[in-house]
């Protein structure tokens, strides 16, 4: 069954015979004489018509080929002796011998209307008939399938039953099975107010108490519908509804019929039947497979349409992949034991299959009910999807936080690198620099911020290296600083090598030095004492236009 046709479905049965009517006997058309010729089977109608024997059925001729013939009003019962001749019948045309008879036109039977009747005993599955060789392959067919179920339904008149009393609703994800009250008043409309009610007012999710509400909405309108005159004061049915969500399965239970679960393999009856039996074997006076047997098996304790009080059963179970709901009237799981019904849930591959399966058991025991069964598969849970969902979920909440923290990590890098401060080379002379002496992608990641007139070739080799490499500062006024002492150094060990030289130059020559003269000149290649050789050194401008 297709999504299309998940609408209500009332189950009934239609058996009507069909009888053919015998034309009236007529004379063979090689009988006819040509015109002009003595007939020799011409009656004849000076002679009475002899008396048929007594008690004895008048023969129908059943001649091989037919002729349109007004029909003869049967000669009424005279007196003996008396009989008047029959009228002439007029021969309208003379029928191709060779053309084929009509069974209305004759008395015989038309053998492919009656194989065509026998091969429909009045199922009332809205859906075509699957062929056994469909049923050996893979290649069946399903009567509904979606996103998250496949399931099969079929109702079947029985064995026994003249009519069927069963409806059923197959309106995935919602599913319900309804038996008429056998031997009660228009079971059949019953059932199908009730199908139709709780297909109206069921809830839009696995909601059990308003699935229940949804069967005693149905009991009302039942109820409300034989005071008005639909169908029969007494009318009644039970009724076993479904809802299936995600891993959540809501039931609403009334009467007898029932509702199993194939869950890995073992199959769980999961209602409780309201009937005089169960209550029997619920105190221990029987047990279950003579319940099945009980002369009073088919009393029920509540149904709907007898009790305006009358309340639902209602539950909800977890349910998972690869189970299987099985719903069904109590002409299956009264004909067909637990251990059996297993056997064939377990067996079969489809939904359909076992439906068929399962509705051929109970017609094989003896069908003394109608029979009616609905299967659903679920073929996906939510679990995949919703696993599936989360880590989808999860990924795109990873890569926001990663491209977030991705960004802050930038923003919080530049604002640190912008505020670092290192000493380091131009142009051979030491200078103050933002950021740090790296590049990144070919971008340089420091701006120069003040140059100075400090020569790199006045400082100690390994400081020059240093330099070079960027000796980090806390902040602009310790490189400031930093700059300063370098400038103390040079001047500290420029002067220590004029002494030095006139220490050396004394000794040379014995005598103290003339007033004006430098004793470095030579070491210092003529520099005058008055100026230090970092002074020497040509002042040079900033970034910003001041003096270092």
């Known amino acids: ?59 129908h001729a059943a001649p091989p080929i037919s002729v349109e013939a007004a029909p003869a009003p049967a000669p009424a019962h005279a007196a003996p002796g008396s009989f008047e001749p029959e009228p002439e019948i007029p021969i309208q045309s003379i029928p191709d011998p060779t053309a084929p008879v009509s069974p209305e036109d004759t008395a015989e039977i038309d053998l492919q209307a009656v194989e065509a009747k026998l091969n429909d005993p009045g199922s009332t599955m ?152 169960e209550e029997l074997v619920d105190a221990g006076e029987i047990t279950a ?81 109608n029979v009616t069964v609905v299967v659903v598969d679920i073929t996906d849970d939510g679990r995949v999807r919703e696993v599936a969902r989360k880590h989808k979920r999860t990924l795109f909440f990873a890569i926001v936080g990663l491209l977030i923290a991705l960004i802050v990590a930038t923003v919080a890098s530049f604002i640190s690198i912008r505020k670092s401060v290192y000493l380091g080379v131009k142009d051979d002379a030491v200078a103050i620099y933002t950021g740090i002496p790296d590049s990144l992608l070919g971008l340089k990641l420091n701006w120069l911020e003040d140059e100075t007139s400090i020569q790199l070739k006045y400082l100690p080799e390994d400081t020059q290296n240093r330099l070079r490499e960027g000796i980090p500062q806390k902040n602009l006024k310790d490189a400031q600083d930093a700059v300063e002492n370098y400038r103390a150094q040079i001047d500290e060990t420029q002067t220590k090598l004029i002494e030095d030289a006139r220490a050396i130059q004394q000794d040379r020559t014995g005598s103290t030095e003339a007033p004006g003269t430098n004793p470095a000149d030579a070491l210092a290649g003529g520099t005058p004492p008055s100026e230090s050789p970092a002074d020497a050194i040509s002042p040079s401008t900033t970034t910003e236009g001041g003096a270092a």
């Open 1 to 59: 069954m297709t999504p299309e046709q998940d609408d209500l479905r009332t189950t009934g049965y239609e058996s009507q015979a069909q009888h053919a009517r015998p034309a009236a006997p007529v004379a063979p058309a090689s009988a006819i004489p040509a015109s002009g010729a003595p007939d020799p089977w011409a009656p004849d109608y000076d002679k009475p018509a002899p008396m048929p024997p007594a008690h004895t059925a008048p023969a």
């Open 126 to 277: 809205d859906f075509e008939p699957i062929t056994d060789d469909l049923i050996d392959t893979d290649a069946t067919f399903d009567a509904g399938t979606s996103s998250m179920l496949m399931w099969g339904a079929r109702s079947d008149v029985g064995c026994v039953r003249s009519h069927n009393e069963d409806s059923y609703l197959a309106a995935s994800p919602l599913f319900c099975v309804c038996d008429g009250m056998g031997g009660h008043a228009a079971g059949e409309v019953a059932s199908a107010i009730a199908v139709e009610t709780i297909a109206k007012t069921a809830p839009k999710s696995a909601d059990a108490a308003q699935l229940a509400a949804s069967i005693e909405a149905a009991n009302a309108a039942i109820i409300e519908a034989a005071v008005n005159g639909v169908g029969r004061p007494g009318m009644g049915c039970t009724a076993t509804a479904a809802y299936i969500e995600g891993t959540t399965l809501a039931i609403a239970h009334v009467g007898d019929s029932r509702a199993y679960l194939l869950h890995e393999g073992t199959l769980i009856r999961v209602t409780r039947d309201h009937s005089y039996v």
């Open 289 to 369: 497979d003579e319940a099945r047997t009980h002369p009073n098996r088919s009393v029920i304790t509540r149904a709907l349409g007898s009790d305006p009080a009358m309340y639902a059963d209602h539950f909800t179970l977890n349910v998972e992949e690869g189970d299987r709901l099985i719903l069904c009237s109590d002409g299956m799981s009264g004909m067909v034991p637990d251990g059996e019904i297993e056997r064939i849930a377990q067996q079969s591959s489809t939904a359909q299959i076992c439906t068929d399966n399962l509705v051929d058991a109970a017609l094989a025991a003896g069908g003394g009910d």
